[in-house]
């Protein structure tokens, strides 16, 4: 809505005398938890994982600009296998939310998530799954549509960052 003044001057009174500049509206409407802000907090999380030794893969729920849940990996802390990221942020969430359900909830996770954690995103009906690198190797998306039909699903979403810290921690476990 336009900001009206007092009239003054003649000017009609239902035109407003004061026009904001557009492109200062344009910035004004700038979201600042976007997709990009949401990713970095996943890789934050990755980030968390790999200081702790474990593989870095980070994950965050979110809905709308609420946090719902986050975690990262946790597979050698916890001596369990099914300790993913994603497990744990999907955990997180429902108990915030009080909800099994995630229907308007979206996950962003660094790596493409796997066939396990695809089912538990499938049971939970996330509306929507943002991931960053591909997993060509144990990816859940070349065994076909295990999510929900109602999940929103984007790949490779600043898959580089994602890639360049598994890359790292891999190469730096090697030379060990
Ligand atoms: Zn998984």
Redesign the pocket.
Known sequence: MPILLHDTSGHRPDRPLFQPFEPFLNVAMLNPFDDAHWMRQALNQALEARDAGEVPVGAVVVMGQTLLGKGHNLTERLHDVTA????QAITAASNHLGSKYLTEATLFVTLE??????GALYWSQIGRVVWGAHDPK?GFSRHGPLLHPKTVIEGGFMAQESADLLQAFFRARRRR
């Open positions: 993913h990221a994603e497990m998530p796997c066939v396990m954690c695809a144990r």
